[in-house]
């Protein structure tokens, strides 16, 4: 049903709509409904045939389609009298995803039920056996595929799963924005990778609700499908919480702010990943508790760091966990995620874990027998994190690859991603372990998709033409496709990557200034994960189809 949330802040420019329908003069042609169609009335119209200059070439969006399978005819354009058909009714699956693509060409109206497609209409319809309920993320590459066909003046837009038909909707609002309608012919796509996304450091940068809503609405466009929420760090816990109200910082998003973005971004067909981080990067919360602060042997304390080995640790982090997980709601049937951090956890980047560290190093003999290790016992902490998480729902686990380690007697659960980011620090176990492991393992690279505010420690702020022209999602680390056979780089092992932007210096750029410049890292993203083969545009063709089909800032 229609979400006015999950409308775009501006409708489709006018200019655009305005010379479609100047172009779409009317002339007397009487057509039938185009070959295959399977609407409610099949019969003749009487509405005139519109007449446009044809739209040549091959569809201009991002990320390109995987197969054009061009005809001839004058395509499609949006013209005046074209309306949105959708024979299953305003209760349908596909109704909401329908009404949006209206709104975005300018308020077209939308007509249900045995409506006859008339020349110039969009028809809008779910096939086969593969449907699943309203707006629950699709999974699997084949249940993101969509069909369009411009045929005879009419648009039929096919898939089997409302996910599909949303993104249809997106290659139409691109193809009209950028070359004012889509060539004669049907697209048959589907993306490479399952997953696709972007993450966002809103702990040590607070972002404004509307800022995350616009980007959720531009990965949409692009076809991107996760937004990764990093929400708590050393420098701020930015989610109102009832049970601790005393970590939270002054500058956060009250519950009722992540409801709504929560609600936009599953409207858009985004999963959610909220990720709090421990047993590192917990400065904010541990300003506030102290007593469980991570000592040195000398006496000193590690800024961050909270005590592993502390009985009162747990009780603290897992309280959290659970309101939080309560907070970031999934539909029924619906993949539910969960990020564990992991990363960079102090006592594990020391020259000597064990002397430094005297109490882990006790605690780790004591829970693991005689050869216990301060690895193990980090293991043993996200281990039971995750089942406090699981325990509420969440059925799709992830950590930072640095939070993973080789050893027979804490073995990080089977079932938990591996988010491949740094072959750096301690993270310097090759991604082909992890795959030989039979881990699954998706792309953070950060030589490629970090874009790391003030660029510290050597990074520097990552290009959509590196990502475009140098990237795959077999480039796990470094600037090379990590060396293991075939069979385990493909979409079931490697589903995906996400561009990750982290706020190290939070006052190097603006919000204003991030969205630009991350706008063609995104695009260039969306393009390698869609289809991971060469892409058919120059670097300078492709960069000037983004400018063409982003619109507006927002």
Known sequence: MSNPIRQPRAAFPATVLVGALLLAGCSQTVETEPPGSTSAKVKPSSQATPSWAPVTGTPQVIPAVRDFRRAEGRGWRPSKGARVVVPAGPKSNVADEAQLMAHDLGGLPVVYGGETVQPGDIEVKLSGKGSTANNVPAEGSADQAYTLTARGTRLTLTAPTDTGIFYGTRTVKQAVRAAGGLPEGTIEDRPDRPQRGMSLDNARKPFTQGWIEDRLREIADLKLNQFQLHFSDDQGFRIQSDTHPEVVSADHLTKAQVRQIIQLAQSLHISVVPELDSPGHLGAVLAHHQDLLLHRASGSVVPGAIDISNPKAAPLVDSLLKEMSELFTNPKGAPAYWHL??????????????????????????????????????????????????AKGKNRIEAWNDGFFSSPRASAAKNRMVDYWTGKEIGKRDPAEFLREGRNVLNFNDEFLYYVLGEPNQFTYPTGQRIYQSWTPQVLRHTQPVAVPASMTGPDRIPGARFAIWADRSQAQTQAQVAAGIRLPLAALAQKTWDSRKPALSWTDFKALANRVAGPPR
């Open 341 to 390: 951090g992991g990363d960079e956890y102090q006592a594990l980047m020391s020259s000597s874990p064990s002397t430094t560290y005297p109490q882990l190093s006790r605690a780790a003999r004591q829970k693991y027998g005689p050869n216990g290790t301060i690895e193990d016992l980090a293991t043993g902490w996200l281990n039971d994190r995750q089942k406090t998480v699981e």
